[in-house]
């Protein structure tokens, strides 16, 4: 009977150390799948200027640029325990909106749109002081399909909410879950 107790007790220790070494071996991980690069503790996103209206077929829509900083500062905040900064982040996010368009996808057998598609872009830079390495340029898009009966007021903030999603989730994946 002791022995028995005593080869539970030591398969219990066993399995706790390789718990233990596991989770060590992962470094700094979250549950939300941020992995956080080791001394960072800061994020600071600056202002993503609308010039979508500098392009060919672009409109300036207000608002946008404020409403996704504001998008992509949140999905951090809420995955992440990193401190949002206003300036001297230890990441720093960084960019412009450079496409903001309507574009029919369909037509009818009457030669009219059926399907509007609604394109956002964004040129996007990423700065890791701690590892410069890290750092780069990429450019973001994606877009809402609607039906050509409605306008972009009908939709747009379902669009806005479904294209905000997708491109702030692209951005926090590559920075900081490294997918």
Request: aromatic share 12%; net charge negative.
């Amino acid at each position: 009977m002791i022995s028995m107790k005593l080869k539970q007790n030591k398969t219990y220790i066993l399995l706790a150390i390789l718990v233990f070494l596991i989770f060590q071996s992962c470094g700094i991980y979250s549950f939300t799948g941020a992995s956080i690069p080791a001394g960072v503790t800061t994020f600071q996103v600056n202002f993503f200027e609308n010039q979508a209206g500098n392009r060919p077929g672009s409109t300036v829509e207000p608002g946008l640029d404020n409403e996704f900083t504001n998008a992509l500062q949140d999905i951090i905040m809420n995955q992440t325990n990193l401190d949002l900064v206003t300036s001297d982040g230890q990441l720093i996010y960084e960019g412009e909106i450079t496409e903001y368009s309507v574009t029919p996808m369909s037509a009818t057998a009457k030669i009219t749109a059926a399907q509007n598609r609604l394109k956002m872009t964004v040129a996007f830079r990423y700065i890791n002081t701690k590892r410069e390495e890290d750092d780069y340029d990429k450019s973001y898009s994606f877009f809402y399909d609607f039906p050509a009966e409605l306008q972009v007021y009908d939709i747009k903030d379902a669009a806005h909410k479904e294209i905000f999603d997708r491109i702030t989730q692209d951005i926090f994946n590559d920075t900081l879950a490294k997918w």
